[in-house]
């Protein structure tokens, strides 16, 4: 796959990474290049995003749970018109499910997005900013359903959470909760993989602070990641391992 890539390529920088291989594409062209590659090729991987393209995210507390998101938009948009608006959601409830009166907004790192700590009022109404913290634990991939990158990053196979097949768990046909369901990820019943005490559910490390206190680091372009022993063997999308005895012998039967 390596040989493949380097001929395509030219001279890639890539490094073993446990279960992955790490990729460091040096321009953004050839990023985009190795991704064709990889998607031509059917050769599943995600793409781990520099901190400085990510996101700024905070949240906004203070406004009435009703307020109309389209409406906290276009006001921000007049309020701070430096800022680039990428995105805005409304926490909810974990337990309730229902809409809570705090406000993420999510900002494109423009060097403008700290403004908007200076936000004291919106919408006629006293208002307090603070930075985002994600949830602890880890961020499971709504398409492929493995863990550490989104969806928007993940260039995997999709795969149900219920039963494995190639479409998103919310087109699943299983409707009913199963008595004994099979996890994808660890081949085990009894659980399903986005249950945290399932062998390969990751453990949970302590979150890091973002905003505007961390230093920016310096621009990079993406690396990503290219599974190499999971379940789904790369160079084949449709081999599918399901034993860790499996994985081990075509891991150690593959060349690199
Ligand atoms: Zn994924
Ligand atoms: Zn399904
Ligand atoms: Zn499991």
Not at 126 to 149: E, V
Not at 220 to 243: C, D, H, M, W
Request: charged share 25%; hydrophobic share 30%; proline share 6%.
């Amino acid at each position: 796959m390596l040989k493949n890539l380097n001929n395509k390529c030219g001279k890639v920088n890539a490094v073993l990474a446990n279960e992955y291989i790490k990729v460091y594409p040096e321009t953004a062209e050839e990023h985009r290049d190795m991704q064709k590659f990889c998607r031509e090729e059917k050769i599943e991987f995600y793409v781990i995003r520099p901190l400085s393209e990510r996101p700024f995210k905070i949240v906004m507390k203070g406004l009435h749970r009703d307020t109309d998101i389209e409406e906290i938009k276009s006001e921000l948009a007049i309020a701070l018109p430096e800022i680039e608006i990428l995105k805005v959601g409304q926490l909810k409830n974990v337990r309730t499910k229902s809409p809570m009166d705090i406000f993420m907004i999510e900002l494109k790192k423009n060097g403008h997005e700290n403004k908007i700590f200076e936000l004291t009022h919106f919408m006629f109404l006293k208002i307090k900013i603070q930075n985002y913290r994600k949830p602890p634990g880890a961020t499971q991939c709504w398409n492929c359903n493995m863990f550490n990158h989104s969806s928007a990053n993940c260039g995997f196979q999709t795969r149900c959470l219920k039963c494995g097949e190639d479409h998103r768990t919310n087109q699943c046909p299983i409707t009913t909760p199963q008595e004994n369901p099979k996890c994808i990820n660890c081949g085990a019943t009894g659980h399903i993989a986005s249950w945290r005490g399932c062998p390969l559910f990751p453990k949970i490390k302590p979150t890091k602070g973002q905003g505007c206190k961390l230093p920016q680091s310096a621009k990079r372009i993406p690396s990503f990641s290219i599974q190499e022993t999971g379940k789904y063997i790369l160079l084949n999308a449709n081999t599918k391992v399901n034993t860790p005895a499996g994985r081990t012998q075509l891991a150690s039967g593959k060349r690199i």
